[in-house]
């Protein structure tokens, strides 16, 4: 399946290869190269690219591309969820994904690609084994191995690979036994001109953090599962149990782990936290325009909204803005052309804004596009769907665990036409 | 690491260090041209010593920089020799480090390589499996071709291991053996048929990545196993799910008949009147015939549903193409809300989803309708995702939601993405041709983009318009004038070409301004690209047919001018044109008829999904992506006329269960009883389940096969670590037995019921159920006798344990209870850690690998 796996860094520099089968020379990346420079932008490089012998399938993430070669048919979807799942695998072990980490790391990350797959057909790539076969370089044990010899390579196939419950190691211990969940909602949406919302929905997940001795077996329940409208599981969760009683119940993996996601059905209308008040216009005589923009709480539920960043891609034509914020920081690269104003806090007693002119290239036409203004925000301690969980339950254990639950809404992707 | 470099370079005197250095100098990688030459071949001397050293750490460090320069793309070939000394080495990391240098330049040193080969034969015999299974990894994966006979004698040995693991192991090696050597192909096929029937969930995808690599051919092969592997879907690792799912839709597709009815869509009505007659689920698939899906073809369906739940987005994509090709239409509709949940997930998984709903969109509509606004364009999407969102919009647009879309496009039209902007232009028009009801709408907001300030949108909606007016050129005489004064402003050549042709096919209805756009274009012929110069020379053809009075001069003048143009084809169209429409003497028949095949009636040009023809790959895989066929593309048969025959996949379970239990173990015992054996009772338990056997009545295989192989579990393990500690592995094999009756007890419970579901029309599940009732029933009899001493054979047992033992056997009798009592399960007891971790692997092992059908009561 996956026959030579290539990393390339953003100035297209080839800094690692390996190869599961025999040895495919790197000059098959120059395909690669062509269609980057085709593309101009990163993110427009096609994640498929035939090449007369080989096709080249890659990801694209923390500047890095991961070009996959690979030679027969094989599901697209199989090769880039694989090459995520190596990427996500890098930053559970080294805390970053980044060039030089992966540099200085090099026989880790090769032993753990070794690993990974075999004859280019995945392995092992739940991080509870990985880590168990190959231990995650930190300061203490690199000290440790240089006293007693010992290895970061464990001699024991794990146990987990073996067993009904692949993802968790077996012979976890803690002194404090706890277990925390994060309900993270996401609002994407499309405000059109006048307001009015074009399209929103509400996606979610439960990241959890379970630090739990022994084999625990957990039981989340929600006040309102009629909510949730579509839903993937980690594979720990029983699917008949969700069905039959809409019933989260697993045994989970140890550490960090995404339990579910979810969409909140169409049916329910989406409360839209926050508005903006824009008043944006390019003049054709003068070769300045006006630009203003107010930020406002709408439907908050009595909660303040955080971390505020609105951005927007002025049109080309675009020469500088000279603004003034009534809060926060702004700036305005001439060169991408971009607009990005951190606000921070909303006081609903004083909303914030940003005013001032924009000057335009004299002589070019007027740019007949107003720009798209998108936004963050964070509010803590809701879930804007109103999900609630229940109960979390745990069986199997004797010890009393410490639970917790903690809600946040974040602005996906959040979009005002202007 | 480097720093230590020249410590160690003291310690040890390299003999031969001048001839490496000589080496050396010639391997050295293109790639390593920044360091200095000479630093580089002095590093490969250090390594070399540091190989050589008999210190641990100095070897690890070596490796360690070996490794670097080989993820580096340097050449470390030259030190094969040193390496390939410490394969051989006591630390693991070391060994690894060897295998992973050995994997990358074995193909280059075959004689050298062979040095390894001994260890790894030494090394498959390991007690250890996961040193079993790396050492058949890297002796399959150094493809050296004189040893195939050893690496087929390897695979054989391990596709028979105890240890599922290792047999995954083998069947990765089948694959690697059979790129290697083709001619290896039939005694492959039969390992690949001996690996199919493994009922470990770890085994089952590697297998079949290896059948399908091997022999996609050998369906025949799969029908034993067919139902097997529909049951364990669910609990195989994500990879293997997707293998199997894909591999299964081209089994369905050949062993069952179509669910599809021909008049598929326009019988609604009829399904309440067909409804009644059947209790089976499938309500909706039903022929003038009443069709009847074999209940193999509803199990794959069923049992695939589950997973479009999953979180990995390839296995996602391998149920909704499953869906797509194989179950009933009315079913296939649940795997849109799956797919578009997928569009959150990265740009590449985008890309590719999109790709597949823009195919589905086409053929059936009404699955992504109700998705639609999921489709809106974000200013953020990169251009390729917003390409094939349009894509899909225009699928999806008809004539209730034409007018919120067209309201939508006008943004997108807008938009500064001018690649974009103008995509979006050609999908009004598509939606134009596709909704009567819109053209005109359509038509008037695409000649306002003609007053655009941008030239690539006033261009592009040139040629919409063009396309357009060519299907209903009656009316329309107003935009022709508005466009012909376009030509003053406008530069696109492709524009520019489009308005002159509009001009030449409706001269009549545009007498006045035709030959003055002659006149103009006469004037900047020679400056004008070429694809415009073909168009005015058109157009000067067809005013010459039309109008010659006032435009003879004109054409001629132009027609001139082509013959001394530079480029070929428009001096061959010159001339073809003056021969055809300037009548002398020369000149033959076809002048009479020149005005005819100027002005002929021109066919409109259909407007085009992309996406139309690519229905004929298989869905998710790269050939669709790609839209032509990948290398070792299977394709996807048609449904049969009439169905093979169903009884194929019926199993013989007793077969399954010799194969996998060495021979000599004939003794029938019940695995109940193996909470109490320890090996100096065997006799007796033996004979007291001779009793039970008999009392039970019917003699069922899968009952023959679990006493088989707790049986040997036991031995195994009693065997293998009795020389470390007597009393230890008493209790252990104690306890690895309550394991081994405990899964099995609850995966029989559990067999039982899904058999019972099914239709019992098979010989195989009457017999299992009976089986299950049966061990069930012993198990209850258990927990009974446990608290009430009734029955003779524990009462015996009984006396020879001691009291805590008997305790905690209580306990366990009644959890046992439990498990086959409640389908909701409970954990799976693990090993607890004060075992030796290596035998609870074998241990675990062995229980996987005989009682593993059963393994799934965690995610169902």
């Known amino acids: 399946m996956i026959h030579s796996l290539f990393l390339i860094n953003s100035s297209g520099d080839i800094f690692l290869e390996k190869h599961w089968k025999s040895v495919v020379s790197r000059s098959v990346c120059d395909y690669f190269f062509e269609a980057q420079e085709r593309a101009t932008e990163a993110e427009n490089v096609p994640p498929v690219i035939p090449t007369p012998h080989h096709y080249l399938l890659s990801v694209y993430r923390h500047k890095i591309f991961f070009v996959a070669v690979i030679q027969t048919e094989v599901p697209p979807l199989f090769v880039i969820e694989f090459l995520h799942r190596v990427v996500d695998t890098f930053q559970d072990y080294f805390g970053v994904c980044s060039e030089p980490v992966i540099k200085d790391n090099v026989v880790v990350v090769y032993e753990v690609l070794e690993e990974m797959l075999d004859n280019g057909f995945p392995l092992a790539t739940e991080s509870n084994i990985l880590k168990e076969l190959i231990k995650p370089p930190t300061i203490l044990r690199t000290v440790v191995n240089t006293i007693t010899g010992s290895t970061n390579v464990g001699d024991q196939l794990p146990t987990g690979q073996l067993s009904v419950v692949p993802w968790r190691r077996t012979g976890v211990k803690y002194t404090n036994n706890e277990a925390y969940f994060d309900v993270v909602e996401e609002i994407d949406a499309i405000i059109d001109k006048s307001g009015s919302t074009i399209t929103a929905e509400i996606q979610g997940v439960i990241d959890a953090c379970v630090k739990l001795t022994g084999m625990p077996d957990l039981t989340l329940s929600f006040m309102n599962p009629r909510l949730l409208d579509d839903v993937s599981f980690h594979p720990c969760v029983r699917f008949k149990r969700w069905e039959s009683e809409r019933i989260l119940s697993f045994i989970p993996p140890d550490g960090n782990f995404r339990l579910l996601s979810y969409h909140v059905s169409a049916q329910n209308l989406v409360a839209i936290p926050v508005y903006v008040k824009h008043n944006i216009s390019f003049r054709d005589s003068t070769s300045l325009g006006r630009f203003e923009i107010t930020v406002g709480p709408k439907q908050t539920m009595g909660k303040t909204i955080e971390g505020v960043i609105v951005t927007s891609q002025m049109p080309k034509g675009v020469l500088n803005m000279s603004l003034s914020p009534s809060q926060g920081t702004h700036t305005f690269d001439p060169v991408t052309k971009m607009l990005s104003w951190d606000v921070g806090k909303i006081n609903p007693q004083k909303l914030p804004s940003l005013k001032g002119t924009v000057s335009l290239q004299a002589g070019a036409s007027r740019p007949d596009e107003n720009p798209t203004i998108n936004l963050q925000f964070k509010i803590q301690q809701l879930a804007i769907s109103g999900l609630k969980v229940n109960r979390l339950d745990m069986y199997g254990e004797k010890y009393k665990p410490f639970k917790g639950i903690k809600y946040m809404t974040k602005a996906g992707k959040f979009q005002v036409r202007t | ?860």
């Open chain 2, 1 to 860: 690491m480097s720093s230590n470099s020249f410590a160690y370079n003291e310690q040890s005197g390299g003999g031969e260090a001048t001839e490496l250095g000589q080496e050396a100098t010639s391997t050295i990688s293109p790639s390593g041209a920044f360091g200095l030459f000479s630093s580089d071949l002095k590093k490969n001397e250090d390594l070399k010593q540091m190989l050589e050293s008999n210190k641990d750490s100095a070897k690890l460090d070596a490796m360690k920089r070996i490794v670097g320069m080989i993820a580096k793309g340097k050449n470390a070939s030259e030190l094969f020799p040193a390496v390939v000394k410490n394969v051989a080495s006591k630390n693991i990391e070391i060994k690894k480090l060897v295998y992973v240098y050995l994997v990358r330049y074995a193909e280059e040193q075959q004689d050298l390589a062979l040095l390894s080969i001994s260890t790894f034969q030494r090394a498959l015999k390991d007690p250890n499996q996961l040193i079993r299974a790396s050492a058949l990894r890297v002796l399959s994966s150094i493809r050296v071709p004189i040893i195939v006979p050893i690496m087929m004698l390897a695979i054989k040995e391990a596709a028979a291991d105890l240890s599922p693991y290792v047999r995954k192991n083998a069947a990765h090696a089948i694959q690697k053996l059979y790129s290697l050597d083709p001619e290896q192909k039939e005694m492959l096929i039969e390992v690949i048929e001996k690996l199919l029937k493994d009922k470990s969930i770890l085994v089952a995808g590697s297998v079949v990545m290896a059948f399908e690599e091997v022999c996609p051919d050998r369906i025949d092969l799969i029908h034993k196993n067919y139902r097997k592997l529909c049951n364990l879907l669910v609990d195989v690792e994500e990879w293997g799910q997707v293998v199997i799912i894909h591999m299964l839709t081209r089994y369905a597709r050949t062993q069952f008949v179509s669910p599809w009815r021909e008049d598929d869509g326009l019988e609604d009505n009829e399904k309440s009147f067909y409804d009644s007659d059947d209790e089976q689920k499938e309500k909706t698939d039903k022929r003038k015939k009443p069709y009847t899906m074999d209940p193999d073809h509803r199990l794959l369906i069923r049992n695939t549903k589950p997973l479009l739940q999953s979180r990995n987005a390839a296995v996602v994509m391998a149920v909704a193409q499953l869906y797509w090709h194989i179950s009933p239409k009315s079913e296939a509709g649940i795997i849109s809300k799956s797919l578009v949940r997928l569009l959150r997930s990265n740009r590449e998984v985008q890309y590719i989803v999109l790709q597949n709903i823009a195919t589905m969109s086409i053929q059936r509509k009404g699955m992504f309708e109700p998705y639609l606004k999921s489709f809106y364009v974000r200013s953020t999407d990169p251009t390729m995702i917003k390409t094939l969102k349009l894509e899909i919009l225009t699928n999806l647009a008809n004539e209730a939601n034409i007018s919120t879309l067209l309201r939508e496009f006008q943004t997108y039209v807008k938009s500064q993405d001018k690649q974009f902007a103008a995509a979006t232009i050609q999908t009004i028009g598509r939606c134009a041709t596709n909704i009567s009801e819109v053209t005109d709408t359509c038509l008037s907001g695409l000649v306002c983009l003609l007053s655009n300030r941008d030239e690539i949108v006033v261009a592009e909606s040139v040629v919409v318009i063009k396309k357009l007016l060519q299907m209903q050129p009656a009316q329309h005489g107003e935009i022709i004038k508005h466009m012909a004064k376009l030509l003053d402003s406008i530069t696109v050549p492709v524009a520019r070409a489009s308005i002159l042709w509009l001009i030449g096919e409706n001269c009549e209805r545009v007498p006045k301004i035709a030959p003055d756009v002659l006149r103009k274009m006469a004037k900047s012929f020679t400056s004008e690209d070429d694809l415009v110069k073909l168009q005015i020379l058109n157009l000067g053809a067809k005013l010459y047919l039309t109008n010659s009075k006032q435009t003879k001069l004109l054409t001629q003048y132009i027609l001139n001018l082509g013959k001394y143009d530079q480029n070929y084809d428009i001096r061959d169209r010159t001339r073809f044109i003056r021969q055809l429409i300037v009548p002398n003497e020369k000149s033959g028949a076809l002048s009479k008829y020149a005005k005819k095949i100027f002005l002929a009636q021109k066919p409109a040009p259909l407007l085009e999904s992309p996406f139309k023809d690519r229905d004929h790959f298989q869905l998710g895989t790269l050939s669709h992506t790609l839209n032509a066929k990948a290398a070792g593309y299977l394709e996807l048969s048609n449904w049969p006329e009439v169905a093979p025959d169903p009884s194929v996949r019926n199993v013989e379970v007793i077969d399954l269960a010799k194969e996998w239990t060495p021979a000599g173990k004939a003794k029938n015992e019940n695995p109940t009883k193996k909470f109490y054996s320890e090996s100096e009772e065997e006799e007796d338990s033996s004979d007291s389940s001779s009793d039970s056997g008999s009392e039970s009545g019917s003699e069922s295989g899968e009952e023959d096969e679990e006493g088989d192989s707790s049986e040997d579990s036991s031995e195994d393990s009693s065997s293998e670590p009795e020389s470390e500690s007597g009393h230890q592995s008493d209790t252990e094999n104690r306890r690895a037995a309550k394991r081994n009756s405990k899964t099995k007890g609850k995966g029989d419970s559990k067999d039982g019921k899904k058999e019972n579901e099914k239709s019992k029309t098979s010989d195989s599940s009457n017999a299992e159920s009976s089986s299950v009732e049966e061990s069930s029933s012993d198990s209850e009899s258990e927990s009974e006798s446990e608290s009430e001493s009734e029955s003779r054979k524990v009462t015996k047992e009984k006396e020879k344990k001691a009291k805590q033992d008997r305790n905690r056997l209580a306990t366990d009798a009644s959890l046992l209870d439990l498990d086959d009592f409640n389908p909701v399960s409970t954990p799976v007891a693990l090993p607890t850690p004060a075992l030796s971790p290596s035998l609870i692997a074998d241990l675990e092992g062995l229980n996987l690998s005989t009682s593993s059908s059963v393994i799934s009561p965690l995610r169902t």
